[in-house]
């Protein structure tokens, strides 16, 4: 994990104060790289590129950051890893390349400067960086698949800024670029979250998965796709109806053979560890079926809010003495939290506000005192097989109505009117509802959904809502049109969450709450080949008798243990729900009585008594309006000074 940042000057105008500009935007990124950092500056003063380093490969190696190419040509700053930088190495060496480090870094900078943006496809790994080659006057950023690393970019009057983070390029924008973004406010009720290739301010997005962005002298950036997933590599497979025995088997040397890529070879690691089935599946397979000795961390949730007959840490212990993992246990620091989230919710920029990346925090603090470097974390499974509740209830509804065309049409047409969706949800008829019934195209409301769009046009214009969610969440992109046609239901939601919500919110919370105490999180499920395969996999090994994920929980009822495998969904152990216990500490009410963001924000008028009589229901959007509240004031700091 590292830190990347840069500036380039594409209208051909040399920048002045390079040298200052640039190490400010890198020091404000040691804590994702605190092992080395560097910064570099071109001759001709239209580049400035910066550089933290978490030392991951080769990790005793100085190496002057960031790297140039052998060539003298070529500068890499680079965040991430390639999983299969060994082979790799190998290749370029028969190729001619000869090498200095064991790093991935000089393997990555080496391959394309040999092949360019091709050899990214002989890559397996996570990345977001910034390739600069000097002759050129060529700026390359790209972003991986799956979305595992982030890049934000703003560009203003002719010059392109980039980093890992939103808040150096806000020290470098002028006051006319930093505005907060009246959509991503919105988005942030509708979602948790701002639209995927967006942030909180207008002018600053996040670079999409799969895409470079190619910079030239003179010329406007573009945004280039580079790859997507191609589930329909599994269709054949899939069309066979393969019995859960062959599907196992695929599923076992995918996964075994992107675990043992992905296992760090030159520092100690863990592996996070709770009472749920998808965690389970990466101890399983980390600890060899249980013949290799690995180390496990579980946080003990906040007060046992879990109502299941048996609890997180219950289901973990059977989990970690079945596969003899030397666990550690650790308890909620409280005041450890508030100070986390007090200096993080005035730093929401990047658009999350998901209070639960505080769970991600505590964990990073714990292993990070260990000494140790890398934890993986299981994200993407749920979304891959259909891991919630509220995904079980979307495929039932789907399967309703797929039979009923009669029934579907009338209860589109009623879906039309808001006064009849608001007799439906008083008569309890409220699954009955067609979201967006006007857009044709595929839809649902993915886990992270948080306010319904009638609720929030209470205090929001309705027209300020409207056609919001044809370029957010719970939809799929038109560059999925050829397959989307071959998929059903149950695999549309999957390829809408791995496109849109893994890489673009889970992946912004995990870095959030990770990288923001120095820790690289890992995650096997995301290897694209998984993913593929795993989109294909039949409703029949997703949903039964409102159990969820199917095929995950048979697989750990075959090696681990039946109770944990059918243990009911606890989720993660720190929500919403939660905050209450730290309002007063926070001052999470007195902030909203006293702030200006319901003047400001696309709010309708004397709201603020509404959000904050709880008997309307907006206390739900405390914390989102509170982050809210703090970065703007934390803004108008930075534009005064």
């Not at 600069?132 to 703003?154: M, P």
């Not at 560009?155 to 959509?183: C, Q, R, W």
């Not at 906040?302 to 007959?309: C, E, P, S, V």
């Not at 309705?462 to 038109?478: A, Q, R, V």
Request: aromatic share 12%.
């Amino acid at each position: 994990m590292c830190g990347i940042a840069g500036i380039f000057s594409f209208n051909g105008r040399p920048l002045k104060n390079l040298k200052s500009r640039i190490y400010k935007m890198t020091k404000m990124l040691r804590h994702r790289g605190p092992d080395q950092e560097g910064i570099f500056i071109s001759n001709d003063n239209l580049c400035a590129i910066g550089n933290t380093r978490l030392a991951i490969t080769d990790p005793n190696y100085k190496m002057k950051l960031p790297l140039i190419s052998r060539n003298k040509n070529n500068i890499l700053t680079y965040n991430g890893e390639i999983f299969n930088y060994e082979y790799l190495r190998k290749y370029l060496i028969s190729k001619g390349v000869a090498f200095k480090t064991k790093t991935d870094t000089e393997v990555l900078l080496e391959g394309l400067t040999l092949e360019g943006l091709s050899f990214l496809s002989k890559a397996d790994g996570m990345w977001a960086f910034g390739l600069y080659n000097k002759r050129k006057k060529e700026l390359i950023l790209s972003r991986d698949l799956l979305g595992e690393r982030h890049l934000f970019y703003s560009i203003s009057d002719g010059v392109l800024y980039f980093a890992s983070e939103p808040l150096p390029i806000i020290h470098e924008l002028k006051k006319k670029d930093l505005k907060i973004d009246d959509e991503s406010v919105i988005n942030a009720m509708l979602f948790n979250g701002c639209a995927p290739g967006k942030s909180l301010i207008k002018n600053i997005k996040r670079l999409l998965p799969g895409r470079n962005i190619i910079a030239k002298i003179n010329k406007n950036p573009t945004e280039i796709l580079f790859k997507k997933l191609h589930p329909e590599k599994w269709f054949d497979f899939f069309s066979k109806k393969p019995n859960e025995k062959k599907i196992f088997e695929t599923f076992n040397n995918i996964l075994s053979e992107s675990l043992a890529l992905r296992t760090p070879k030159d520092i100690p690691y863990i592996s996070a560890l709770s009472g749920g089935i998808d965690s389970a599946i990466v101890s399983l397979y980390m600890s060899k079926f249980g013949k290799k000795k690995t180390d496990t961390i579980f946080l003990n949730s906040f007060g046992n809010i879990y109502t299941d007959k048996m609890t997180e840490q219950q289901a973990m212990r059977i989990t970690s003495s079945k596969l003899h993992t030397s666990n550690r246990e650790i308890e909620f620091n409280h005041e450890e939290n508030i100070k986390n989230f007090l200096k993080e919710s005035k730093n929401s920029f990047d658009g999350l506000f998901d209070c639960s990346f505080i769970v991600y925090r505590q964990l990073a603090n714990a292993i990070r005192k260990d000494g140790k470097k890398v934890i993986f974390m299981s994200d993407a499974l749920d979304e891959s097989l259909g891991g919630y509740l509220n995904d079980y209830d979307s495929w039932k509804k789907d399967t309703y109505f797929t039979s009923r065309k009669t029934q579907l049409f009338i209860f589109r047409i009623l879906s039309k009117s808001r006064y009849a969706r608001s007799i439906l949800r008083k008569i309890g008829m409220t699954k009955f509802i067609i979201n967006y019934p006007n857009f044709r195209r595929f839809n649902f409301s993915p886990i992270h959904s948080f306010g319904d769009p009638d609720f929030i046009s209470k205090i929001v214009h309705e027209k300020k809502i409207k056609d919001l969610f044809l370029t957010t969440f719970g939809t799929i992109d038109n560059i999925y049109d050829d397959v989307v046609k071959e998929l059903d239901f149950t695999q549309k939601m999957s390829l809408s969450y791995l496109t849109k919500s893994v890489p673009d919110w889970f992946n912004l919370r995990s870095d959030k709450g990770f990288f923001g105490s120095s820790i690289e999180c890992r995650l096997p499920f995301q290897d694209p080949k998984l993913v593929e395969f795993l989109i294909g996999v039949p409703p029949s090994l997703r949903f039964a008798k409102k159990k969820t994920k199917v095929f995950a929980r048979n697989v750990v009822n075959n090696f681990i243990s039946p109770k944990v495998a059918h243990k009911q969904k606890a989720g993660v152990p720190f929500s919403t729900k939660n905050l209450k216990s730290y309002e007063n500490k926070l001052q999470i009410e007195d902030t909203l009585r006293n702030s200006e963001i319901f003047d400001y924000f696309p709010f309708k008028k004397n709201v603020k008594n509404i959000i904050l009589d709880p008997k309307y229901g907006f206390n739900k959007f405390w914390w989102t309006f509170y982050c809210l509240s703090r970065t703007m004031d934390n803004l108008k700091e930075i534009r005064d000074s």
